[in-house]
């Protein structure tokens, strides 16, 4: 009986031992889900979402006070993404975010800037270069098109133009079946 | 005889080969323009190194490797250059990309060339030279030859497969090159020997190439460890992997490469032109081109990088219904945006197209799954499945089904009763994959950079607030200084509120010290002086008369 009683409550304190091991050493950083939806948005950081940034709307979106809707870099392909993952309807994108648009970049105008280091201070990623009082210009390959240099620029020297297709990034069409007229046949 | 091994799949369709290797490889005349791509390769895109009015020499490099993964571009004659600018890209897109426009002076003027010594410079120095001079691998797909003259990670090469199969119909500019220029061929492949260092060299030959077979083992004949072995015609001998299958019966798995396995393959075309680099100190300028379909005179020639298609076709007279320009063969091959586009490497064959001989297919039917596809897949894959996902877009599942094994051979679309244009949606589903990685690579980077400007705005933040901590401890300090020497003197009836009182008075003292005198008070003629105390007493008088209406002050 002793022996049992023994037996058991070693039993107990060894699992129960490396439990406490494992919940300290195998402790998960941060919650899981909000670094999965921050990996479906565009890291855009525009804010269009309402949120000061793509990380901050994700968090938003894991605790329930954003909608999966509200992201239009992202566009109907990021919301079905992030409804695939909550298990979510799919719904169409928020008018009052904003709208989709193709990728563009922002350009700035080198012979109008008059180097007030605004937009330095508004882009979110660092993709503009410049110091006060000399020429700035935008790194394209960091440029994420977030549009948030545009309006604190007191010149207007900065201009958002779509990114034109190379062969390189050019893509292979989807097939698209070709539908004759049925005058064509009776011809 | 060896015992040959077995690919799966494939199939047999008209080969029409013999119309274009009736005539020997004939030089086709250099242009009066040249329009060269820089980006004729996989890999870096090269840096120009000329601009326009510039003079050229045939064989001059024009655009340097960008990186390790690329390689050169040059100047197919010599001549001036007319401009660098965007021009049609001979690739389905039609779109523009950089090119140097060299205008022929028809002089020949080439550059000093040099026998490139092997034994005297390292293996390394031999690869960087083999870049610098243009090599890539001329089976189509133009990849830089240099990176796969290395030892792989297995450290050691078993077999090196020398593919000489061509098995797209219409082409023969292997065949022709094998025929009439074996012995290059066969010292392009010592070269390779030395820097791989293969255990056996296996020559693979489609058995529908007797002549060229022959060809080549003459040219072989006496040398030890090279074997040329004549392989079953079957449309994809000629696929790197299919024909490593045959040869050696290794079967490389999804997802891996030959290398891995110990096995390097390499196109027939490329083994003369590194010959050609290494012997003969000639750069890639030009290659061996079919031009055969929809034309009088099909032949083999040998063309300048950057001639326009358009002169090339007609050459072999094409006929007057002639409606379409393909750049390879029928199955794999790409139509071009127009005929003005330039040869370049990849173009093995120049195919005329028109509505007799490459009729529009008929219309697309319902997949019936009746796997067709998938036993004549030479890849081992199961295509009507990747079509079945790549149409509903679900590409995660086209990646599971092994999409990029698929070499685009074709032979799923050749067999599918519901004519199904199924590379089609392979390739789809392929860039759109690449499209959503580059997409994926670029949001990583931007989140990398965001997180990082704020962990700087913090660190400012931060940095700021203990620089403003520290003053305001100094001040402090000050004043509890000027307190004690105020309480020497007399009694304070509270040390709070002194305190207070000579932070203040420091703080006046501050602000004074930084008052700056007006520039126009000092210095004043007696008239301004006196025009002041006229308007000061004015201003007196008026204070005076508006005190009642003003708050009392103490």
Same mark, same amino acid.
């Given at each position: ?79 079905? $993404? ?5 298990? #979510? ?99 | ?10 199939? $047999?369709?008209?080969?029409? $080969? ?190 529908? $190439? ?181 149409? =509903? ?59 990082? #400007? ?23 300090? #000050? ?16 040390? =709070? ?45 008026? #204070? ?11």
């Amino acid at each position: 009986m002793l022996t049992a009683v023994l037996v058991m409550a070693l039993g107990a304190l060894v699992l129960g031992a490396a439990l406490g091991y494992a919940a300290v050493r195998f402790r998960v950083e941060g919650d899981p889900l909000v670094e999965k939806i921050d990996a479906i948005l565009p890291q855009t950081q525009c804010g269009q979402c309402g949120f000061p940034g793509c990380k901050p709307y994700a968090q938003a979106i894991a605790k329930g006070e954003a909608d999966i809707n509200q992201c239009p870099p992202g566009g109907e392909e990021g919301i079905r $993404k992030l409804a695939d993952l909550l298990g #979510r309807e799919v719904k169409p994108l928020s008018a009052e975010h904003g709208v989709e648009k193709a990728k563009s970049l922002a350009v700035i105008d080198e012979n109008l800037c008059i180097g007030c280091t605004l937009c330095i201070q508004a882009c979110p990623v660092d993709a503009i270069v410049g110091a006060a009082k000399q020429m700035h210009t935008i790194i394209a390959a960091q440029c994420t098109g977030c549009e948030l240099c545009v309006p604190p620029c007191p010149v207007n020297c900065i201009d958002m133009q779509p990114i034109a297709e190379t062969v390189e990034t050019w893509k292979w069409k989807y097939p698209v079946v070709d539908i004759r007229p049925a005058t064509a046949r009776a011809a | 005889m060896r015992s040959l091994f077995d690919f799966h799949g494939g199939v $047999k369709p008209d080969y029409h $080969k013999e119309a274009s290797a009736q005539q020997p490889i004939a030089v086709a005349p250099a242009p009066t323009f040249l329009v060269v791509p820089l980006h004729q390769s996989i890999g870096g895109m090269p840096r120009p190194l000329v601009a326009a009015g510039e003079q050229v020499r045939k064989g001059q490099r024009i655009g340097a490797a960008d990186g390790n993964l690329s390689a050169a571009v040059h100047a197919p004659v010599s001549g001036t250059v007319t401009a660098v600018e965007m021009r049609r890209m001979p690739h389905p897109s039609g779109l523009f990309a950089l090119c140097v426009v060299i205008e022929n002076d028809g002089r020949e003027v080439w550059i000093e060339r040099q026998p490139f010594d092997i034994h005297a410079h390292s293996a390394e120095q031999t690869r960087a030279y083999l870049r610098d001079a243009g090599i890539v691998g001329l089976g189509g797909a133009v990849f830089p030859s240099h990176l796969k003259l290395a030892p792989g990670k297995a450290g050691k090469l078993d077999a090196l497969v020398i593919n000489g199969a061509e098995c797209e119909p219409f082409i023969t500019c292997d065949d022709m090159l094998m025929r009439e220029r074996a012995a290059g061929i066969v010292r392009g492949i010592q070269i390779m020997r030395e820097l791989l260092l293969p255990t056996r060299v296996l020559i693979g030959i489609e058995d529908n $190439k007797p002549q060229a077979i022959a060809a080549m083992q003459a040219a072989c004949a006496g040398l030890s460890g090279i074997e040329v072995i004549a392989v079953p015609t079957r449309y994809p001998a000629g696929g790197a992997k299919q024909l490593i299958r045959a040869l050696t019966g290794i079967e490389v798995p999804h997802g891996k490469r030959s290398t891995d396995y110990g096995v390097q393959c390499f196109n027939v075309g490329t083994a003369h032109a590194i010959h050609a680099a290494i012997d003969l100190g000639q750069p890639l300028i030009s290659r061996i081109i079919t031009v055969a379909g929809n034309v009088e005179s099909p032949r083999n020639y040998d063309v300048l990088i950057g001639t326009p298609m358009r002169e090339v076709l007609a050459l072999a007279q094409p006929l007057p219904d002639t409606d379409r320009l393909i750049m390879g063969g029928p199955m794999m091959g790409v139509a071009m945006p127009g005929d003005e586009v330039p040869v370049v490497k990849a173009t093995n064959c120049i195919l005329a197209g028109s509505k007799n001989l490459f009729p529009p297919p008929p219309p697309e039917m319902p997949c019936i799954r009746c796997g067709d596809c998938a036993k004549v897949c030479p890849a081992d894959l199961q295509p009507f499945e990747l079509y079945w996902y790549a149409r =509903a877009r679900i590409f995660g599942k086209t990646q599971e089904y092994h999409l990029f094994d698929c070499i685009e051979c074709g032979c799923c679309a050749y067999v599918c009763p519901s004519h199904i244009p199924l590379v089609d949606y392979y390739r789809f589903a392929k860039s759109e994959i690449w499209a959503r990685e580059t997409e994926k690579e670029a949001a990583d980077r931007a989140r990398e950079h965001h997180e990082f #400007r704020q962990q700087r705005e913090e660190r400012d933040k931060q940095e700021k607030s203990a620089r403003l901590a520290a003053k305001t401890a100094a001040g402090r300090e #000050r004043a509890a200084a000027a307190l004690a020497s105020v309480t020497q003197t007399e009694a304070a009836p509270s040390p =709070a509120t002194e305190a207070r009182k000579a932070l203040i008075a420091a703080a006046l003292e501050r602000t004074r010290a930084q008052q700056v005198t007006p520039a126009n008070t000092t210095d004043l003629a007696p008239e301004q002086q006196a025009e002041i105390a006229a308007i000061e007493a004015r201003r007196a008088e008026i #204070r005076e008369q508006a005190r009642p209406h003003l708050p009392p002050d103490n």
